[in-house]
């Protein structure tokens, strides 16, 4: 089968299990939607003393349910299937890039060039597969299968069963149409779906304010970052006339870098960056991401750990013909990138939700992506972006797994002693926090030591960039054994009840962490570093696979020079610096584990900081909702009364006053001079309607007397 022709079949498959849930999923699973709490009673009921014990099929639920079970994770399976088909047909091409188009679906819409003339903006439905897009739906069709099957246990008690597996399966369809498009306008079409998938699974528990509040914020902070970027894409048409990938990378080749200041080209590519940090939750966009834990675990890992937050990365390096001739905007991307690492990877010091401190991580880790963006080590950017797919959905679905045995507990500080009661959950998560601790073997020091070397080393990157990436190494290993040590050592802190029932998942949630596990593992080994001669030249697959993406100028910048003895000084030094940050958190929270809250009161204000996550929530809340939004709609409403309802009135009252004046003149002076001349005609009419009476008697009898007068006249005469 030529897999390449039907690659446009890889987004329909989840399409076609969402379209089959919102058609017909209520009648596969006819439960009643309402809350855990008005269901809770009925779990006890039907469950008995062992509620806990089973985490999937409820007995009243409808049998048909295990259609959904087998249909939705089934589509996502398929897509997988025909994208390694695909990837393993395209490595055999010569030139690593095909495409498939459909048909034109803008077609010739005038649009006003920059220089006067007219031109036609058209865009096709077109799919686009070479190595970069390779990558992106091996990740999103692989992860999300697993995430999906995942669900299958995690979601078993839930209402809504159909409707969660229809928006996840949305989801996965809008994101592989972002990966796929061959231009800006439909990958345009792939960001608003996933943002909108994004709203619908945050939203999930819509009968929780805090889920629905999360979900509204989501969407909004996205929308502006939305505006930019379609922008962008309006001045990529503007410079180049078209908006396929290909097209503009052919356009762009002929022009030179911007070397000299801030122009057109740095505006679009900071444009696009702009949407991408709303997307990818970067400063100052960022806000959206930690409150998106209100939805439940599995959304957590698809969305916004391995896929969708990754979008505007992945934007960036598909347009990287344009950021190598936008140094500036480069180095606006890097420093952004490096300042949203270590801000994050602060705030996740002192979270105790186990959610929200791998969220913040989540945060942090994308600002290593954008560090290595800007560098121009585009390849180094998606490694990372491949590695920590496998990591971090391992862990917030491992930490789904600590939540299902803590029955609903999320707060570390009433966990404690678990990893002999659910150990699977304990390995698979200690080699995720391993891989993105960055300890060696692991797949996450592969691609954070490439990161920390091309920002030593490429022209682009700087000694502060560096310093910055390497002490938020540090801040990442503690944080994350801080997560561990809390949740799985010393003594268990849970309520007695809740102690009475910790037990392990099922194996349709256990498996997929193993399977996952072995990726954060064998991922890294695809990028060794350069350093690590002895090994065979295969093991630098990645970066040789991604290279025909980028353009020359961006290739060349990423390289930096080869220092091997010094790479091999700044990877060690980080490595014990990440073994520091293991050993510290295991001082605090495992041998001295009243320390912790001793640091915290001596903190002073900093530790309160930290907790409120630096305050911005409230900052943002006090300058744009308070102050912006509802301030400003509270001085408009006073400016459209005092100012827009008064003109209004004064100028109702000015009409009343001249329709008042206008009354008088044509009452008084139009209608009394009328009356007036009238009067007068009348009087002068009488002597005329004396003689023009109408009568014609009298008209003959006039004429008849003046004959007798002028007859007798003559007969006197």
């Known amino acids: 089968m030529n897999f390449l022709d039907a690659i446009w079949l890889i987004p329909l498959f989840p399409l076609f299990g969402a379209v089959l849930m919102f058609l017909i999923g209520r009648r596969l699973d006819p439960q009643p939607e309402r809350s855990p709490e008005a269901l809770e009673p009925e779990l006890a009921e039907a469950m008995g003393e062992d509620a806990g014990q089973e985490h999937g099929h409820h007995p009243r639920f409808a049998p048909t349910r295990r259609l959904i ?12 299937l025909f994208s390694i088909g695909a990837v393993v047909q395209l490595a055999g091409l010569a030139e690593k890039a095909h495409q498939v188009i459909l048909y034109t679906w803008l077609a010739g819409l005038p649009f006003h060039m920059g220089d006067g003339a007219v031109g036609r903006f058209a865009a096709d439905l077109g799919f686009l597969l070479d190595p970069l897009s390779g990558v992106m739906i091996l990740v999103v069709t692989f992860v999300g299968f697993f995430i999906h099957v995942y669900s299958i246990g995690y979601m078993g008690h839930e209402t809504g069963y159909y409707r969660f597996f229809g928006y996840l399966n949305l989801f996965v369809f809008f994101m592989l149409t972002l990966v796929l498009a061959n231009n800006y306008a439909l990958l345009f079409v792939g960001w608003e779906g996933v943002g909108l998938c994004s709203y619908l699974l945050i939203g999930f528990y819509f009968h929780r304010k805090s889920a629905s509040d999360a979900g509204i914020k989501a969407f909004v902070v996205n929308r502006i970052g939305d505006a930019a970027f379609i922008l962008g894409i309006f001045m990529i048409f503007a410079l180049t006339g078209t908006v396929r990938f290909l097209d503009v990378n052919q356009a762009l ?10 122009g057109v080209l740095s505006l679009t590519a900071l444009l696009l960056f702009v949407g991408a940090t709303g997307k990818s939750a970067q400063i100052p966009l960022y806000v959206w991401l930690p409150d998106a834990m209100e939805g439940p675990t599995p959304v957590s890992a698809l969305i916004h750990a391995a896929t969708m937050v990754t979008a505007g990365v992945y934007m960036v390096a598909r347009s990287n013909a344009l950021y190598s001739l936008a140094p500036e905007t480069m180095a606006v991307v890097a420093t952004i990138g490096a300042l949203t690492a270590i801000f994050a990877a602060s705030i996740a010091f002192a979270q105790n939700d186990i959610k929200r401190v791998l969220a913040y991580s989540t945060v942090s880790q994308l600002g290593y992506m954008f560090l290595a963006a800007g560098v121009g080590a585009y390849w180094v950017a998606i490694f990372h972006l491949f590695t920590h797919a496998f990591f971090k959905a391992l862990l917030f679905l491992g930490s789904g797994s600590v939540i299902h045995a803590m029955g609903g507990e999320q707060d570390m500080r009433k966990m404690g002693g ?22 060696p073997g692991f797949a996450g020091f592969f691609s954070k030591d490439e990161i920390l070397w091309q920002a030593w080393s490429s022209p682009y990157g700087s000694k502060a960039l560096w310093a910055v990436g390497t002490v938020t190494a540090l801040m990442t290993a503690f944080y994350m054994w801080r997560l561990m040590y809390m949740t799985f050592w010393g003594e268990c802190r849970a309520d007695e009840h809740t102690k009475a029932h910790i037990h392990e998942s099922p194996p349709v949630m256990t498996v997929p962490l193993t399977v996952l596990a072995a990726g954060s593992v064998l991922a890294g080994w695809l990028g060794v570093p350069k350093a690590w001669a002895f090994l065979p030249g295969s093991f630098h697959a990645f970066e040789h696979w991604l290279e025909p993406v980028w353009v020359a100028a961006a290739h060349e910048a990423g390289q930096g020079a080869h220092e091997a003895a010094l790479e091999w000084a700044l990877m060690g030094l980080s490595v014990l610096l990440a073994v520091a940050g293991i050993l510290i958190a295991r001082y605090l929270y495992v041998q001295r584990p009243e320390l912790p809250d001793r640091i915290a009161e001596a903190s002073g204000p900093l530790y309160p900081a930290l907790l409120n996550k630096w305050y911005v929530d409230e900052i943002y809340n006090f300058l744009f909702v308070d102050g912006l939004a509802k301030g400003g709609g509270r001085v408009l409403g006073r400016f459209d009364q005092a100012i827009v309802d008064g003109g209004v009135n004064g100028a109702g009252w000015m009409t009343r006053f001249a329709s008042a004046v206008s009354g008088w003149w044509d009452t008084w002076i139009v209608d009394g001079t009328v009356r007036l001349i009238a009067f007068a005609v009348k009087m002068i009419s009488y002597p005329v309607r004396f003689l023009q009476t109408g009568f014609v008697q009298q008209y003959a009898a006039v004429i008849l007397a003046g004959m007798a007068v002028a007859l007798g006249y003559y007969l006197i005469k």
């Open 418 to 439: 678990l990893k002999d009661k659910i150990p699977t959950t304990f390995w698979t998560m200690a080699v995720a926090s391993l891989a993105i601790a960055g300890i």
């Open 253 to 262: 080749h002929g022009l030179s870098a911007e070397t000299a200041g801030f």
């Open 69 to 80: 079970s087998w249909i939705c994770p089934g589509t996502v399976l398929v897509s997988l």
